[in-house]
């Protein structure tokens, strides 16, 4: 099992810039696939990004393709999530998620550990 910490959120207005940091320990961090989802209140949570950790291919949500970027480092075995150009419709819990699948990772079935979440807020 891996232990997923995330941190970085935070109270932000709009047009302001966050980066989340998601540390994973446990099970050792590669070839997982890493991902980040949200969920607003009233909302299902929705897929944010993913990464293969092996070969490093990115998906991005159409909501926030060009705003965020998800990177990893695998020596600090830690996913970040910069958010840029921040919207009050990006207000949500934020969780880092990991899974061994490396297919249909925009889904959160795709993955088995899950940290607890950091919240976002963003004013207008």
């Known amino acids: 099992q891996v232990q997923l910490v995330e941190s970085g959120g935070g109270l932000v207005q709009a047009g302001d810039s966050l980066t989340l940091s998601c540390a994973a320990s446990?099970?050792?961090?590669?070839?997982?696939?890493m991902g980040w989802f949200r969920q607003a209140p009233g909302k299902e949570r929705e897929f944010v990004a993913a990464?293969?950790?092996?070969?490093?291919?990115?998906y991005y949500a159409d909501s926030v393709k060009d705003r965020f970027t998800i990177s990893g480092d695998n020596a600090k075995n830690t996913v970040y999530l910069q958010m840029n150009s921040l919207k009050p419709e990006d207000t949500a819990v934020y969780y880092c998620?990991?899974?061994?699948?490396?297919?249909?990772?925009?889904?959160?079935?795709?993955?088995?550990?899950w940290g607890q979440g950091t919240r976002v807020t963003v004013s207008s």
């Open positions: 998620a990991a899974g061994l699948s490396i297919t249909g990772i925009t889904s959160p079935n795709a993955y088995t550990d």
């Open positions: 446990g099970r050792t961090f590669s070839p997982y696939s």
């Open positions: 990464i293969r950790w092996s070969g490093g291919r990115i």
